[in-house]
């Protein structure tokens, strides 16, 4: 497995944090702390700091992204934001499936494939998200469990399009609870993944596919992650609201 074939990508989701004013001071920190990076950096911030992220990032090498989007082009959408919208702004990435997303606001494996297709469809970079919760890791179905998400949050995507398409593996128990897998198990379901987008498109579209880890990844066990051969980086939650740490991770993706 050669991880030259594909870029490692470093990316935060600042998630609910953060005014822009907050975001502004962030971002003057992070720029410095990841200039030398050799990997993609990218910050996804709420709807309300893209505008402050996108001016303060411009000639920087940090990327910038969104934290959801909808899949309708416009309309009567109360609350949303469509992926022209985002286009519009300058913004580059777009995170889908979010298991926050799927647990607290009804969206399914069907509506993040239909972001997802609408995100890829306006141009947009998507990190799909995907992952098993604790029981479904007790009950040992992870493994088909993630295959199936992927399966359908791709539905309808082409061959080409998937060189703008990262899977960011997450399993629920881990984000934000200070709960990391372990790098093997890590591996096993990153590597679960590419087997499936091999299947679905050829291992050269697999070989090339980003596939981050996502859960309480951090300055400390970043390390160890990185490393794992089908491990190209990772989706990083609160350790991408401190700058010394979210460089640290960017550093160790970057070798
Ligand atoms: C996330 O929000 O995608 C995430 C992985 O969060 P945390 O790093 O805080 O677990």
């Not at 993944?193 to 090339?208: F, H, N, P, S, T």
Request: charged share 20%.
């Amino acid at each position: 497995m050669n991880k030259n074939l594909r870029k490692a990508v470093i990316a935060g989701n600042w998630k609910m944090n953060k005014t822009a004013t907050q975001a502004a001071q962030l971002i003057d920190e992070l720029i410095p702390a990841v200039k030398d990076a050799g990997c993609e950096v990218v910050i996804c911030t709420p709807f309300t700091s893209l505008v402050t992220a996108l001016e303060k990032t411009k000639g920087t090498n940090i990327h910038v992204g969104a934290e959801n989007v909808h899949f309708e082009a416009s309309g009567a959408y109360t609350g949303e934001i469509s992926a022209d919208m985002l286009v519009d702004l300058g913004v580059e990435y777009v995170i889908t499936g979010h298991s926050e997303r799927r647990q607290y606001f009804a969206e399914t494996d069907e509506t993040v494939n239909k972001r997802t297709l609408a995100a890829l469809n306006a141009g947009l970079k998507v990190i799909v998200c995907v992952g098993e919760n604790l029981t479904q890791r007790e009950q040992g179905v992870t493994e088909e469990l993630v295959r199936m998400q992927t399966k359908i949050a791709l539905q309808g995507v082409t061959a080409e399009q998937m060189a703008n398409l990262i899977i960011a593996y997450e399993p629920v128990w881990a984000i934000g609870t200070g709960r990391t897998a372990t790098a093997d198990q890590a591996q096993e379901v990153c590597a679960a993944i590419r087997k499936v987008l091999a299947e679905l498109y050829g291992q050269a579209v697999a070989d090339a596919t980003t596939i981050q880890y996502g859960g309480s990844m951090n300055a400390k066990n970043c390390e160890e992650l990185v490393s794992k051969p089908d491990v190209d980086g990772g989706l990083i939650g609160g350790a991408a609201l401190k700058a010394g740490d979210f460089a640290t991770i960017v550093a160790a993706a970057s070798k």
